[in-house]
């Protein structure tokens, strides 16, 4: 019979019992490898955590006065930003069983969170990342261009422009809609309040600013004009998503908040359907968040691993995962009919309408360009 | 020997002079000159003076900075007042509470900014517990105004006033005060011709950490400013937002004038205090 086994808190092992050992410790055959260790017992989350916290503090003590053994698992870090921190959580401890599954020892997997330019430029600056999860492809362009860590024809290497989900831009009102907005050309109605964050700091601000613009496009508006009107209805420019969610939700400002798909979800289900509505605009846009792998990270070891990480977010099961997490994947199969029935279908733009990030980022968000002039008329 | 060895080593009756100072040095650079040095290098060598200036020189640097600094001084000012009266009252009475508002005092210290910022936005933001009354009462918004980043940068700087001015009126004798009466002073003349001028460079130095402190501030104010670019933005957010950009160079550059400027103030600031230490005599 197949056992698990711990064999650090962070490292679990599975294979066939080869033998129990007195002190009730088990030894296995994992894929070719003798492997000694404890009876896995999953925790409830809430112990696990602190424990854990605990058992790493302790670790990082020891580290420091003796070196610590090899650990025998392969270490994978996935650099990812803010509002994936609930889906990689689920996709790392299911990813880790199925790798073991196919006969591979344990890997260790560890995911850090961020703001997306920020962990962008950690990447660059050296944080030894084997694979990118990101809000932007601009960002992994970045690294690409900055450090030849990553191939510049990175966004072709894997299905879907290299993004395994994708989202889109809606809108977050109040209960019952007290001002009415269905659209984008509601939000430019003198005394309507419309939180969004900052695009220089903020990667889904960026996404908001270009729905607006793609909307103006569409409808034969001046988009500069169209994108400075929004702007002046803006109170408050805070830096990241997250940020925004609880200025709109927690301190009450404004009537409309523009939120990423799966936070403006995540805030329903957290903070209460009794409280605020979503409306989708009739135009928004096909936001593709990418990954890549960091090939300057990766030797013949480890490629194996990361290589099937990214490849397995395509499998029915992690699409499952993302759908269930409010992201738009592309495979349906495996998924719950419910998660798949939520999203209402509307027309979104891909950023290619648009001239491609390596055209929008400076020409938009750059310094000086139209994002500032719209701030520079003030 | 050499007189300049023998210079060098004064007899002295603590031992180890030669280690901690090399320890000292060694520590000072690896944590503070080696990064400055680094920052000046890449900012003066790597981008250039003539670059830098054409970064800084933009109407909307100048307002982020402009405001930076203006809304430092006034909450530094406000903190030199603040701080002295509670340093007094801390020193000169005993009351229920005492020591809990004493370690309160530090709180400022041990608290992350961000924690602060969410906080003091919670609380003056025009749904919160503050801001609700003073919005409704006077017509004041805070959260989101430079009122607001004032309040947070007050917070932050506190206690830099409180304990360097605290130490100094424990040791101000009361017998001083008592003669200042018995000579037939007031109270107001005691108070403004003896008791504050000893306090007055230590109230300085605690005004000049407290302003460095505020000027450079980040994460209690971000929450809590607004951020709105030429009305609430802070000059450390725009080197945030030349980072994002991916312009290490641009955000060397604003980082090098906010370096400049609080150097002067600063060397300013320690020039007044040679000079009132010269009138008053050693204090």
Do not use: C
Request: charged content about 15%; glycine content about 8%.
């Amino acid at each position: 019979m197949i056992h698990t086994v711990s064999v650090s808190p962070y490292v679990q092992a599975q294979g066939m019992l080869i033998e129990r050992l007195p002190d009730g410790r088990l030894l296995i055959d994992a894929g070719g490898r003798k492997v000694i260790g404890r009876p896995f017992r999953p925790v409830p989350q809430k112990t696990r955590r602190w424990k854990a916290a605990i058992a790493a503090a302790i670790f990082g003590l020891t580290s420091l006065v003796v070196a610590a053994p090899q650990a025998s698992a392969e270490p994978l870090l996935n650099v990812s930003y803010d509002p994936t921190r609930e889906f990689y959580r689920d996709y790392n401890t299911w990813f880790a069983n199925w790798w073991t599954a196919q006969g591979n020892p344990a890997p260790q997997i560890k995911t850090s969170h961020g703001g997306s330019g920020a962990q962008a430029r950690a990447v660059i600056d050296g944080l030894a990342a084997q694979v990118v999860t990101l809000a932007l492809a601009s960002d992994i362009d970045q690294i690409a261009a900055r450090s030849d860590l990553i191939p510049k024809d990175w966004q072709s290497r894997l299905p879907h422009n290299s993004s395994p989900y994708t989202s889109t831009i809606v809108f977050l009102v109040r209960e019952g809609n007290p001002k009415g907005i269905k659209d984008w050309n509601d939000l430019i109605a003198e005394g309507v309040q419309v939180i969004t964050p900052n695009p220089k700091t903020s990667g889904g601000a960026r996404w908001n600013y270009l729905a607006a613009w793609g909307y103006a496009e569409r409808n034969k508006l001046n988009p500069q004009d169209f994108v400075a009107a929004l702007y002046r209805n803006v109170p408050v420019l805070d830096t990241g998503a997250r940020g925004s969610t609880t200025t709109f939700a927690q301190r009450g400002l404004g009537d409309v908040l523009l939120a990423w798909e799966n936070e403006a979800y995540l805030a329903l289900s957290e903070l209460g359907e009794d409280k605020f509505d979503i409306v989708v605009p009739s135009v928004s846009v096909l936001a593709e968040p990418p990954v890549a792998l960091v090939e300057g990270h990766l030797t013949d070891a480890n490629r194996p691993l990361a290589t099937a990480y990214l490849e397995q977010l395509y499998s029915p099961e992690a699409q499952a995962m993302a759908l269930r997490h409010y992201y738009r994947a592309w495979d349906t199969s495996a998924a719950d009919p419910a998660d798949v029935a939520r999203f209402p279908e509307l027309e979104r733009l891909p950023i290619a309408d648009f001239g491609g990030w390596a055209e929008v980022q400076p020409k938009h968000f750059g310094d000086g360009g139209i994002f500032d002039q719209i701030y520079q008329g003030k | 020997m050499t007189a300049r060895s023998l210079a060098l080593r004064t007899p002295t009756p603590m031992p180890g002079w030669g280690l901690s100072f090399g320890i000292m040095l060694t520590m000072l650079s690896i944590v503070v000159l080696v990064p400055m040095g680094v920052l000046l290098w890449r900012g003066f060598i790597g981008f250039g003076a003539g670059a830098m200036w054409e970064v800084v020189n933009r109407p909307r640097v100048w307002s982020a900075l402009a405001l930076s600094f203006r809304a430092a001084f006034v909450a530094s000012l406000f903190n030199l007042v603040f701080g002295v009266v509670l340093a007094w009252v801390l020193v000169r009475y005993r009351f229920p509470g005492k020591r809990i508002i004493d370690a309160a005092v530090d709180l400022p210290f041990a608290l992350p900014t961000a924690v602060a910022g969410i906080a003091l936005t919670a609380i003056y933001a025009p749904n919160g517990v503050f801001g609700s009354v003073l919005a409704d009462a006077f017509g004041i918004r805070v959260a989101y105004t430079e009122l607001g980043i004032w309040i947070a940068l007050v917070f932050v700087g506190l206690p830099f006033v409180v304990r360097t001015v605290q130490p100094v009126i424990e040791e101000v004798d009361r017998e001083t005060e008592e003669a200042s009466a018995t000579l037939g002073a007031s109270r107001l003349r005691t108070l403004t011709h003896v008791v504050l001028p000893m306090l007055a460079p230590a109230a300085m130095t605690g005004f000049a950490l407290a302003l460095a402190r505020a000027v450079g501030e980040y994460g209690s104010v971000i929450f809590i400013a607004g951020n709105l670019p030429n009305v609430t933005e802070i000059a450390p957010l725009l080197i945030v937002i030349r980072l994002e950009e991916f312009d290490y160079d641009g955000a060397v550059a604003i980082a090098i004038a906010m370096l400049s400027i609080s150097f002067t103030l600063l060397l300013a600031i320690n020039l007044i205090q040679v000079w009132s230490r010269r009138r008053m005599g050693a204090v």
